[in-house]
């Protein structure tokens, strides 16, 4: 520092950024961008002494900069303008080192008017000529053992004395997600009784539903006081008024429906079924907010054994694969934490694949439309038709960051091929490719996993566990993919992975192949007639 600083006066300094972008992006600006290679190597300190850009030091500046790389996201926008952005500081921002005793603070800091984004740096005490500028890397970490493990990236060490059991957490957890949501439970009420041949009243703002539902015992209203079910895209919160004043209304969502949908929860309900490792059908998931700790000890101790340490970093609350990212480097994913609450999932090293003549063998994953008609008596059914979604390049266990090869996401994905097939047609193919396997024994393993994760979902009573109100329906996608593992008497088997449930899921390839869809699914959850409605009872 050139004079004396006094924090009794306000001293900002404003940092630039060097470089900001989005995960997904930075290997392609690396590649493209000029100048921005050689200033990244520069800054890292990684010899680069070529003008074109090579592989070696763009892999090197993708392994380094999670040492360097800082994060925001907005707050408005569509979900892919909420996708965390990342950057690093310009050359002086980059060098400022950490200290538990810091002698500044930074912040980020987007100015409007400009679009931009700087960093705000200012003094925390008084300083001399001389003294150092630091910052503290786990700012607001109070726990030991959790700093040890944010600071990981800059001063290495290993935490595997900690036990990396995850078990259940305690039910303060669970009423604390329910007091976040602010969702207010129901009073107990009776089962609806209706007339046998009474025609309902809708009210719904799902486009779907409104041009598919064509069944002669439902009908449209604009009245929201005046239907009989509320089919709705938002979340519904106050299910103690609706309880209360009008308990004979039926409608598409469970009181704490949340504990399936949000990546976080099914993760520490599944334990229920598998113990601390989690049940075989869900890949071994950490809560990078509360499990850091367990998952850091796990990782190291299979990088000691040499075994296969890719995972996969999720989002809590996203889908369509928004800021989702493989890796096997355990610097990027301590990192991850810090820009939105996010799960890591052992990713799937083995898939089951599927032979595409255009392409070879392929990563697939299929989609399930699930109907919840009760939770006691538990009933729940599968739609027979299912769908299947398909990489468009072969797989193999590299080019993490090439979305075609690792994700099959393609329908949302400009300017990408969307790979159609049928469950149809693909039944055939499939057990062509893997005539050991026939698709029934296969799918009774799905329904198997499906029947063990709603008993599990409901095997307490709320917030602890899916409510049971009596006047909830539910129709949930369940996302899965096989994997290859061996049976406990050594067989090879297809094990399904159950990847994620989604709430009020997009059913437009449903409507546009099978126009009954909605028909099927208001018939059986809404009227209990299963009979020539394509769904098969798996509870």
């Not at 050689?38 to 300190?45: V, Y």
């Not at 050359?91 to 912040?107: C, L, V, Y």
């Not at 008024?241 to 009008?246: D, N, Q, T």
């Not at 099959?408 to 300017?415: I, K, S």
Request: aromatic share 12%; proline share 6%; glycine share 2%.
């Amino acid at each position: 520092m050139h004079n004396k600083l006094s924090t009794t006066k306000t001293v900002v300094f404003l940092i630039d950024h060097a470089w900001t972008y989005r995960v997904e992006h930075a290997r392609q600006q690396l590649l493209h961008v000029p100048g921005l290679l050689h200033r990244m190597t520069s800054l890292m300190s990684i010899d680069f002494h070529g003008e074109i850009p090579d592989e070696g030091s763009i892999e090197q500046v993708l392994q380094e900069m999670w040492k360097y790389n800082q994060t925001y996201q907005l707050s408005q926008g569509t979900a892919e303008e909420k996708v965390p952005v990342w950057y690093i500081m310009d050359e002086f921002g980059s060098r400022i080192q950490h200290s538990d005793q810091p002698s500044f603070a930074t912040a980020p800091l987007f100015y409007m008017p400009q679009q931009i984004a700087y960093t705000v740096l200012w003094p925390l005490r008084d300083l001399e000529t001389g003294d150092e500028v630091t910052r503290d890397y786990a700012y607001g970490e109070t726990d030991r053992l959790i700093r040890k493990c944010v600071l990981l990236p800059w001063v290495p060490s290993e935490v595997l004395d900690v036990n990396c059991f995850t078990p259940e957490p305690s039910d303060e957890y669970y009423q604390a997600i329910l007091a976040e949501n602010k969702e207010k439970l129901p009073v107990a009420i009776n089962p609806p009784v209706y007339d046998k041949d009474k025609v309902f009243k809708v009210f719904t703002d799902i486009q779907q539903v409104l041009r598919n539902l064509t069944h002669p015992r439902f009908v449209f209203t604009d009245n929201e006081k005046e239907a009989d079910i509320l089919y709705n895209f938002s979340h519904f919160k106050d299910y103690r008024k609706l309880s209360e004043e009008r308990p004979e209304v039926m409608l598409n969502q469970f009181p704490c429906e949340n504990l399936l949908t949000v990546k976080a929860c099914l993760a520490s309900i599944s334990r229920r079924a598998g113990g601390p490792d989690g049940p075989r059908w869900l890949p071994r998931t950490f809560n990078l907010q509360t499990e850091l700790p367990q998952f850091i000890s796990y990782f190291q101790q299979r990088d000691r054994r040499g075994e296969d340490n890719h995972w996969i970093c999720k989002p809590w609350n996203l889908a369509r694969s928004l800021d989702t990212h493989i890796t096997n480097s355990l610097n990027n994913i301590i990192r991850h934490r810090e820009s939105s609450p996010k799960v890591v999932c052992k990713y799937i090293e083995n898939p089951v694949l599927f032979h595409r003549e255009d392409v070879g063998m392929v990563k697939f994953d299929i989609r399930y439309v699930v109907l919840l008609r009760s939770i006691k008596p538990l009933k729940l059914y599968i739609y027979d038709v299912f769908w299947l979604r398909f990489s468009n390049r072969a797989f193999s266990l590299d080019d993490l960051d090439d979305y075609e090869k690792h994700f099959t996401v393609m329908n949302y994905a400009a300017g990408v091929t969307l790979k159609q097939v049928h469950c149809e047609e693909f039944i055939p193919l499939f057990e062509k490719q893997y005539p050991e396997y026939p698709w029934a024994t296969v799918q009774a393993n799905i329904c198997k996993a499906f029947a063990e994760l709603f008993q599990v979902a409901s095997a307490k009573p709320a917030p602890l566990g899916i409510c049971d109100y009596q006047s909830s329906r539910a129709i949930y996608a369940v996302d899965l993919m096989l994997k290859w593992d061996t049976s406990r008497d050594g067989k090879r088997i297809m094990q399904p992975q159950v990847l994620e449930v989604n709430f009020n899921p997009d059913c437009d390839r449903a409507c546009k192949y099978h126009p009954t869809f909605f028909n099927d699914v208001f018939s059986t959850l809404f009227l209990d007639e299963t009979d020539n409605c394509h769904v098969t009872s798996i509870v």
